[in-house]
């Protein structure tokens, strides 16, 4: 009943920019009218049994979506729409005890293609931003809540349903109804289907490139969540290392802006050029000993107890017989994000996997996290989530490619990961990195904290906030499309810098070729370093 009165409120929102539409009786709004009844009549077209239609909605480029009743902690109130599109809500049952709840944005200016966002962190929420980024280049785009509403973890306590979502169901149903509606509404099947996500995104790419070898041909992923539960002890594993701000062994928010300059001191140069970026910080082997406190030297230096926690901080995450459980954060990160996700001396947003999934205890208590903890939440494996299966044959022989992207100041997910998931592949299909590349680059981002955003050349078009033009050299996803349509793979990711670091207005600083894995990007020490020529990928 509910549903049908939203339903009934958005047909009548159509109807009357309809009427504005026709104010003005140019070629332009009379194709904007044809689309926007297309629209509103769309559900009448759509038989999916598992699904309920919320509403259907034509909105005009340059509106303002609003979002009063969306959970708060998606921090998402609104969104700025940038082509018309029809705009079409479901939901969707997946279980006894779960469900979907999904939005598919289908562009006036359809290219032909299908895109599937992600999600973010234990999110809860559609990525607003994301769908308009790709209704704008004209994908038919899908997105969901994965399952349950905001960023906690509360929804997965005792219910199975909401974490099969999370770990793996919530993406696939989504594109599985996205591609019926986007087919019902255009009267014809897409021509190639996309991927575009971070962070919880990537872990969701790989987990579609591992499991739904079908569902892309094209899948652009950064910096995943995938080895869910070892990097989850990992995250969750920094609040009893650092301690909280009142213990001995915790290192002040002030003082890790000088561990970012000891770092720098001793490895920025290791890439050939002392540029504040480290283009290499795996071979980066810091050592905070010279910020000790000593009778000399009493200010902005480090107790004995700090500076043992800032060595901990950079050091892999083990088992009690040694064993690797997560790789290190990698050096740089302090001078990005870190100090304020990882190093805050207050719980991880993602412990509550191990508070709502893997203990389901309300009141247990993050501090105490234990090797114990971990090596349960690794052994259960909820769901899979791990996703880290290695062999992708099955994506590959569907023609599939994928690109796969990290940032090295990652402050979030080390950039180290993902390395070692590329060597996984490579061992599980016995291929080399040549043989890899036909369906499968990975290339590391300098300067790029988690998924945009950071001191180096980090625009790369992943997001519309972290983009700086739609060239396929330039941008991800343009790259991916080229690929995928045109069978020209990306060599190089370039990303650019403005000189303010934000504002396009501000101007391009310089651009940086991003260098394909195993190939680490060093400068020829000849000639200015803000000219991407001047450097190699060796
Ligand atoms: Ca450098």
Same mark, same amino acid.
């Given at each position: 009943?509910?549903?049908?009165?939203?339903?009934?409120?958005?047909?009548?929102?159509?109807?009357?920019?309809?009427?504005?539409?026709?104010?003005?009786?140019?070629?332009?709004?009379?194709?904007?009218?044809?689309?926007?009844?297309?629209?509103?009549?769309?559900?009448?077209?759509?038989?999916?049994?598992?699904?309920?239609?919320?509403?259907?909605?034509?909105?005009?480029?340059?509106?303002?979506?609003?979002?009063?009743?969306?959970?708060?902690?998606?921090?998402?109130?609104?969104?700025?729409?940038?082509?018309?599109?029809?705009?079409?809500?479901?939901?969707?049952?997946?279980?006894?005890?779960?469900?979907?709840?999904?939005?598919?944005?289908?562009?006036?200016?359809?290219?032909?293609?299908?895109?599937?966002?992600?999600?973010?962190?234990?999110?809860?929420?559609?990525?607003?931003?994301?769908?308009?980024?790709?209704?704008?280049?004209?994908?038919?785009?899908?997105?969901?809540?994965?399952?349950?509403?905001?960023?906690?973890?509360?929804?997965?306590?005792?219910?199975?349903?909401?974490?099969?979502?999370?770990?793996?169901?919530?993406?696939?149903?989504?594109?599985?109804?996205?591609?019926?509606?986007?087919?019902?509404?255009?009267?014809?099947?897409?021509?190639?289907?996309?991927?575009?996500?971070?962070?919880?995104?990537?872990?969701?790419?790989?987990?579609?490139?591992?499991? /739904?070898?079908?569902?892309?041909?094209?899948?652009?992923?950064?910096?995943?969540? /995938?080895?869910?539960?070892?990097?989850?002890?990992?995250?969750?594993?920094?609040?009893?290392?650092?301690?909280?701000?009142?213990?001995?062994?915790?290192?002040?928010?002030?003082?890790?802006?000088?561990?970012?300059?000891?770092?720098?001191?001793?490895?920025?140069?290791?890439?050939?050029?002392?540029?504040?970026?480290?283009?290499?910080?795996?071979?980066?082997?810091?050592?905070?000993?010279?910020?000790?406190?000593?009778?000399?030297?009493?200010?902005?230096?480090?107790?004995?107890?700090?500076?043992?926690?800032?060595?901990?901080?950079?050091?892999?995450?083990?088992?009690?017989?040694?064993?690797?459980?997560?790789?290190?954060?990698?050096?740089?990160?302090?001078?990005?994000?870190?100090?304020?996700?990882?190093?805050?001396?207050?719980? /991880?947003?993602?412990?509550?996997?191990?508070?709502?999934?893997?203990?389901?205890?309300?009141?247990?208590?993050?501090?105490?996290?234990?090797?114990?903890?971990?090596?349960?939440?690794?052994?259960?494996?909820?769901?899979?989530?791990?996703?880290?299966?290695?062999?992708?044959?099955?994506?590959?022989?569907?023609?599939?490619?994928?690109?796969?992207?990290?940032?090295?100041?990652?402050?979030?997910?080390?950039?180290?990961?993902?390395?070692?998931?590329?060597?996984?592949?490579?061992?599980?299909?016995?291929?080399?990195?040549?043989?890899?590349?036909?369906?499968?680059?990975?290339?590391?981002?300098?300067?790029?904290?988690?998924?945009?955003?950071?001191?180096?050349?980090?625009?790369?078009?992943?997001?519309?906030?972290?983009?700086?033009?739609?060239?396929?050299?330039?941008?991800?996803?343009?790259?991916?499309?080229?690929?995928?349509?045109?069978?020209?793979?990306?060599?190089?990711?370039?990303?650019?810098?403005?000189?303010?670091?934000?504002?396009?207005?501000?101007?391009?600083?310089?651009?940086?070729?991003?260098?394909?894995?195993?190939?680490?990007?060093?400068?020829?020490?000849?000639?200015?370093?803000?000219?991407?020529?001047?450097?190699?990928?060796?």
């Amino acid at each position: 009943m509910r549903g049908t009165m939203v339903s009934l409120s958005f047909f009548l929102i159509g109807s009357v920019l309809n009427l504005v539409s026709l104010g003005s009786p140019t070629n332009q709004s009379r194709a904007s009218n044809g689309f926007s009844q297309q629209c509103t009549s769309v559900a009448t077209k759509l038989h999916i049994p598992q699904a309920n239609i919320s509403f259907t909605e034509f909105v005009a480029a340059n509106t303002t979506l609003q979002f009063p009743n969306a959970d708060p902690s998606c921090t998402r109130p609104s969104q700025a729409v940038s082509a018309n599109i029809c705009r079409v809500g479901l939901s969707v049952k997946t279980s006894a005890t779960s469900g979907i709840r999904m939005e598919v944005w289908l562009p006036q200016n359809w290219t032909g293609r299908f895109l599937s966002t992600g999600n973010g962190g234990l999110g809860g929420c559609i990525q607003y931003e994301d769908l308009d980024y790709a209704a704008s280049l004209g994908f038919a785009s899908v997105g969901t809540n994965n399952g349950h509403e905001g960023m906690t973890g509360e929804s997965f306590l005792n219910n199975t349903g909401v974490i099969e979502d999370f770990a793996y169901r919530a993406v696939h149903t989504g594109v599985v109804i996205g591609k019926q509606v986007s087919e019902a509404f255009y009267g014809r099947p897409h021509s190639k289907s996309y991927y575009l996500g971070c962070s919880t995104g990537g872990r969701q790419g790989f987990k579609a490139v591992q499991s /739904f070898p079908n569902d892309f041909d094209g899948v652009v992923a950064g910096a995943p969540a /995938f080895s869910f539960n070892n990097l989850t002890s990992w995250s969750s594993g920094f609040l009893p290392l650092t301690g909280s701000p009142e213990s001995a062994t915790f290192v002040p928010l002030d003082m890790w802006p000088i561990v970012h300059q000891d770092v720098l001191a001793q490895c920025d140069m290791l890439d050939g050029v002392a540029d504040g970026i480290l283009e290499s910080p795996d071979l980066c082997h810091y050592d905070p000993a010279g910020l000790l406190c000593t009778s000399g030297r009493n200010t902005t230096c480090l107790t004995a107890a700090q500076v043992q926690t800032v060595r901990r901080s950079y050091a892999p995450l083990l088992d009690a017989d040694g064993s690797l459980i997560y790789p290190r954060l990698q050096p740089g990160a302090e001078g990005t994000e870190a100090p304020f996700t990882l190093f805050t001396g207050r719980a /991880f947003g993602a412990s509550d996997w191990f508070k709502y999934a893997v203990l389901n205890d309300t009141s247990w208590d993050p501090s105490t996290l234990s090797l114990a903890d971990m090596c349960l939440s690794a052994r259960l494996n909820l769901a899979d989530i791990e996703t880290w299966n290695g062999n992708l044959s099955a994506f590959k022989a569907a023609g599939g490619k994928l690109l796969h992207y990290h940032g090295l100041v990652d402050g979030v997910i080390t950039s180290e990961n993902s390395p070692r998931y590329y060597e996984h592949v490579s061992t599980t299909m016995q291929q080399t990195p040549a043989q890899l590349d036909d369906f499968y680059r990975f290339f590391r981002i300098s300067g790029m904290a988690h998924c945009g955003g950071g001191p180096g050349a980090s625009r790369i078009g992943n997001q519309a906030r972290n983009s700086a033009g739609l060239d396929p050299e330039d941008n991800v996803l343009m790259a991916m499309v080229r690929w995928v349509e045109e069978g020209v793979a990306p060599e190089v990711v370039v990303g650019t810098r403005y000189k303010n670091g934000t504002t396009a207005g501000s101007g391009v600083d310089y651009k940086r070729r991003h260098c394909k894995w195993p190939a680490r990007n060093v400068y020829n020490g000849i000639g200015d370093c803000k000219d991407p020529l001047n450097w190699d990928c060796i």
